[in-house]
């Protein structure tokens, strides 16, 4: 996870547009580790989620959940 005054470097990277957003996938990593960090940048407005590595396998779980449900 990201702390203060740490430099994260990027493994993987991948920039989406869906509809009026663009979401910036990044795979970094710090001192304290891996981490998914996941941004949207829209209206130049930018909100950040941030995942550690540990529970990306838990978060990927519930994104197919989402994904595979009708409502």
Do not use: W, Y
Not at 32 to 42: C, I, P
């Amino acid at each position: 996870m990201k702390r203060e005054g740490t430099k994260s470097k990027v493994l993987f990277t991948e920039k989406l547009h869906v509809e009026n957003k663009t979401l910036f996938v990044d795979l970094k990593e710090n001192e304290g580790g891996r981490f998914l960090q996941v941004a949207e940048l829209s209206n130049d407005r930018r909100s950040t989620v941030v995942i550690p590595f540990t529970g990306l396998a838990a978060f990927m779980e519930v994104l197919q959940k989402i994904a595979g449900t009708t409502f």
